[in-house]
């Protein structure tokens, strides 16, 4: 009998663990109501989301920016020119069956809180009114240490943390049950909160309770509430780029309760924007001696970010991207000694209109210089709100296959994506995107798709 080659074995061996992975991930079909629970319900993101959602179930709204609603991908070869929408290609949770529940410092009904927004017209927003006044928030967990610039009155009077964590688990409960709730998915939309590293409390589950029962100063309020999350089952993601799901107590919790976990910081404005220069830079082997980004907005987030504690959780998670992406330490000629500067001001009459300017410095043949300049004036709110579908949409998706702990296929939508503890995260947006594309194929039973491309040309 003739042997088998050893890249026929490697192949094999592959094949044989992705049907044995596709055994394991056997997706539950999505019946019934999927609860989502927001933290900072109240804020511009989720208002702008929530509304948007009442608009579309009302006929009047499109959920353009959504690749779990408008997405479409490539399925087999490109000859046979089959590219369906993502959601009929995956039984996905259906946008008519969310119901929305969550907590803020401020006591504003959702109608009030996007009236205040003031990101949506306010013919939009009336369209919706009766739908958004239903949706009161419940009292915060908050410690003004964390988010000095908030003023809300809308607190929990409860002061042990462990307390206070129960509190929202039976708020949670109760939510599930008297709106008749299937399945759970909890988002962090509320603010930046200062930076953190991670200690000694935050090791393991024994050690984080244990400071949750004695008021630990290294646990933070986004920390309540990813714990409260994980224990009801409720998959749980960060768009905030504080410390919170992303410490090994919680990841392991989220291991042993079978919950998936995503974050952190959602990609919106200039970050989006470096996330998809910077590969094309470092593909054409430019060389970087300089990248200075600055913003200004005026939201509830700028009002936070005002605070240089809170600035400082901001400006790590933006910093990082670029050192990910160019890799200094294997491409030392090119980027091993550029200047990265990032600057965000805080200016009410903007709202939620936010100007990014970047000024990036680079050089190509013979060291000749070069200037690439990007003004961006995005809207936050409209950019972040299909991001917080998608995670809504997707998450649910991996618990329903089983898919617990950190779920790195959604990298496509963070500026801080958590991964493994031996790996380091992918920034480019189009590794990332390649990567939540192929987890749904293969999800679907559908094939990767590597883009090698040369059976078109061989045999």
Request: glycine content about 8%; charged content about 30%; proline content about 4%.
């Amino acid at each position: 009998m003739e042997k088998e080659k050893p890249e026929e074995v490697n192949s094999s061996l592959k094949d044989r663990s992705l049907e044995t992975m596709k055994k394991k991930f056997k997706i539950s079909k999505p019946k019934g109501k999927l609860g989502v629970l927001i933290p900072g319900i109240g804020g511009a993101v989720s208002t702008t989301f929530i509304a948007g959602i009442e608009l579309y179930k009302k006929g009047n709204g499109k959920l353009f920016g959504s690749l779990s609603q408008m997405g479409t991908i490539r399925i087999g070869k490109r000859t046979e020119k089959k590219s369906p929408l993502i959601k009929d290609l995956v039984d996905l949770a259906k946008v008519e069956n969310l119901e929305f529940f969550g907590w803020d410092v401020y006591s504003d009904d959702c109608y009030k809180a996007t009236k205040k927004a003031g990101v949506l017209d306010g013919s939009l927003v009336e369209e919706v009114k009766s739908e958004l006044e239903m949706i009161k928030p419940g009292k915060a967990v908050f410690n003004k240490k964390f988010a000095e610039n908030l003023n809300g009155k809308n607190i929990k009077k409860e002061k042990n943390y462990f307390k206070l964590a129960n509190e929202l688990i039976n708020e949670i409960k109760t939510f599930k049950k008297e709106k008749n709730i299937d399945r759970l998915v909890m988002i962090w939309c509320g603010s930046t909160e200062i930076f953190l590293k991670k200690s000694s409390v935050h090791e393991t589950i024994k050690s984080f309770e244990d400071g949750l029962k004695k008021n630990s100063k290294f646990i933070s309020p986004s920390m309540i509430y990813a714990y409260a999350a994980i224990k009801c089952g409720a998959a749980y993601a960060n768009g905030a780029p504080n410390l919170s799901v992303d410490i090994p107590a919680l990841e392991k919790l989220s291991k042993n309760n079978k919950v998936p976990i995503a974050g952190k910081d959602f990609k919106t404005g200039q970050t989006l924007m470096k996330t998809i220069l910077a590969p094309g830079i470092k593909s054409r082997l430019l060389g970087l001696n300089g990248w200075f980004s600055t913003n200004i907005l005026g939201n509830r987030d700028g009002e936070v970010l005002d605070n240089p504690k809170n600035f400082k959780t901001k400006e790590e998670s933006k910093l990082s991207v670029l050192e990910h992406i160019f890799q200094p330490e294997i491409n030392k000629e090119l980027y091993g000694d550029y200047y990265h500067k990032v600057r965000i001001n805080y200016y009410p009459p903007r709202g939620d209109q936010k100007e990014a300017w970047d000024n990036i410095d680079i050089f190509g043949w013979l060291g000749y210089e070069m200037q690439i300049k990007v003004n961006f004036l995005c809207r936050d709110s409209i950019l972040a709100a299909p991001i917080v579908l998608d995670l809504i949409i997707f998450m649910d998706l991996a618990q329903r296959a089983g898919m617990d702990g950190i779920q790195e296929w959604m990298s496509f939508y963070f500026k801080s994506p958590m991964v493994g503890s031996k790996l380091y995260p992918e920034h480019d947006v189009f590794i990332q995107s390649m990567k939540l594309k192929n987890t749904l194929r293969f999800l679907a039973g559908e094939k990767n798709i590597d883009h090698l491309g040369l059976d078109y040309y061989y045999e």
